[in-house]
């Protein structure tokens, strides 16, 4: 019974998307009037093409994108949940619980599978790389998934878990912000961890199921069904993974906190679910899952490769940047982007995703980081900016006004963050 539900949600998608629009939609010629907004996401206020026409908002017809995704306008891609839209975005989804290997309870979510068919059937993302990623192996002989059999529609038996007790923590560095001086993530995986599982029973595809909380019961759980009451924040998230904003088992649904960013000039939101480096698990609040490290990174889109390149910028403006006297009052720099700006509490990093469906084939959401920072030479020249995709960032680095944090050509950080696509804006 509980599929109906996703069946329903699913169908409904596109006149979720079409709902939320005006109320994005500024009024016709008004200077941005939501000072929250803070041109974070340049693309949505240009939502409603009726912005500095004469012509009232509402004229034209619906985008482009409900007719066919791949076109202009936007697109729910994970659609087994409900987003809404908000300063911090967030998503409802299905909240799964089974039993690990020592019979403990834990709760997981399910964003991606290398099965076309299902994931279509269970509206999650399709992900063919995960077949591949699923493959790396290490010392020890661990491969990046662990395989399970499906037994009365469940899977039972994981051996790899999260310990949600350590408090996150992140210390500024002393001249820059980044690199941090201290990170502590806010949830360790154990050396089993990983989110995928390959289903031994169900032709050896690979599933995205991230743990989202540890041993707890239903009772203490049901007590967040509306999020998080004053003072149990504390005790939450020694229990619950930090992106998490709400967790009902009554309802079985979990609300997880979504994350701006762009994939090719569009901006998009994704969920931050666990880190291959103690690092980013950190800086983007995911389980730290020291087993994703054996998924090879470096290959981008090679054969029989597991990963997409993501880009993340160190040293782009920061709100504080933004000269005195911005029209409306404005406080974020429009220009804002990267770790610095993060960690100073400016929001998001903006980061610069690779593919994502709909827009290209090679979608995974094991993103493989690229570290780039602007050279003193961009800075002091005024050619630092924001970028939005991935070839202008690759031709800014080719130009060499973009580097590794260490000054050396762009290339590979060696690190693997699990952040499944959501929705595109645009
Ligand atoms: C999700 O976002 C909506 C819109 O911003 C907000 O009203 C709601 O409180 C958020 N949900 C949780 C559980 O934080
Ligand atoms: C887990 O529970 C099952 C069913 O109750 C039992 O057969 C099994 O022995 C238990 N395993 C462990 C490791 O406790
Ligand atoms: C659920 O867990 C809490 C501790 O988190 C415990 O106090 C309570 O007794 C448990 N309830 C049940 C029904 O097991
Ligand atoms: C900007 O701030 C000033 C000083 O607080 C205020 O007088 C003015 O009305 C504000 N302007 C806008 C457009 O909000
Ligand atoms: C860039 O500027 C910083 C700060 O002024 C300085 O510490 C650093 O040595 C410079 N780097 C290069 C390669 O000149």
């Given at each position: 019974m509980k599929f109906s539900r996703l069946v329903v949600i699913a169908f409904f998608a596109p006149l979720a998307i079409g709902a939320r629009i005006p109320n994005r939609r500024r009024q016709n010629n008004a200077f941005n009037p939501d000072s929250l907004s803070g041109l974070d996401d340049p693309t949505i206020d240009i939502e409603n093409g009726a912005f500095g026409t004469a012509i009232t908002a509402g004229y034209q017809g619906p985008m482009a994108s409900y007719e066919d995704h791949a076109l202009v306008g936007p697109v729910d891609l994970l659609r087994s949940g409900t987003v809404s839209f908000g300063v911090v975005s967030n998503i409802t989804m299905p909240l799964y619980t089974s039993q690990s290997s020592t019979n403990a309870t834990y709760w997981f979510i399910v964003t991606d599978s290398s099965d076309e068919g299902n994931a279509r059937q269970l509206a999650i993302n399709f992900a063919p790389k995960l077949r591949f990623a699923a493959q790396g192996v290490d010392g020890d002989g661990l491969t990046g998934a662990e395989q399970l059999a499906i037994v009365?529609?469940?899977?039972?038996?994981?051996?790899?878990?999260?310990?949600?007790?350590?408090?996150?923590?992140?210390?500024?560095?002393?001249?820059?912000?980044?690199?941090?001086?201290?990170?502590?993530?806010?949830?360790?995986?154990?050396?089993?961890?990983?989110?995928?599982?390959?289903?031994?029973?169900?032709?050896y595809e690979v599933w995205n199921a991230p743990i989202i909380a540890g041993n707890v019961n239903d009772t203490y759980l049901n007590q967040f069904c509306d999020g998080i009451p004053e003072g149990m924040s504390e005790d939450f998230y020694s229990k619950v993974h930090d992106q998490v904003l709400a967790i009902c088992p009554r309802t079985t649904t979990v609300t997880m906190k979504l994350i701006e960013g762009f994939s090719f000039g569009k901006s998009v939101l994704y969920l931050i679910a666990d880190g291959s480096d103690p690092l980013p698990a950190t800086l983007d609040g995911g389980n730290y899952a020291k087993r994703l490290s054996v998924v090879k990174t470096g290959d981008d889109d090679a054969l029989f490769s597991g990963i997409e390149r993501f880009f993340v910028n160190t040293n782009g403006y920061t709100n504080a940047d933004l000269p005195p006297g911005a029209p409306n009052n404005e406080t974020h720099h429009p220009w804002r982007q990267g770790l610095n700006s993060h960690i100073l509490g400016d929001g998001d990093p903006l980061n610069i995703l690779g593919a994502i469906p709909t827009v290209a084939y090679d979608y995974s959401p094991l993103w493989n980081f690229e570290l780039f920072t602007w050279t003193n030479y961009s800075i002091a020249n005024g050619i630092r900016t924001r970028m939005t995709g991935e070839f202008e960032v690759l031709g800014m680095a080719a130009a060499g006004y973009v580097t590794n944090p260490d000054g050396t050509p762009l290339s590979d950080a060696g690190i693997v963050n699990n952040c499944p696509i959501v929705h595109r804006n645009l």
């Open positions: 009365n529609n469940n899977i039972y038996g994981r051996v790899g878990m999260v310990d949600f007790s350590p408090v996150r923590k992140i210390v500024p560095g002393a001249s820059t912000p980044f690199p941090p001086a201290f990170v502590q993530p806010g949830s360790v995986g154990d050396d089993n961890y990983t989110p995928l599982v390959q289903l031994k029973n169900a032709g």
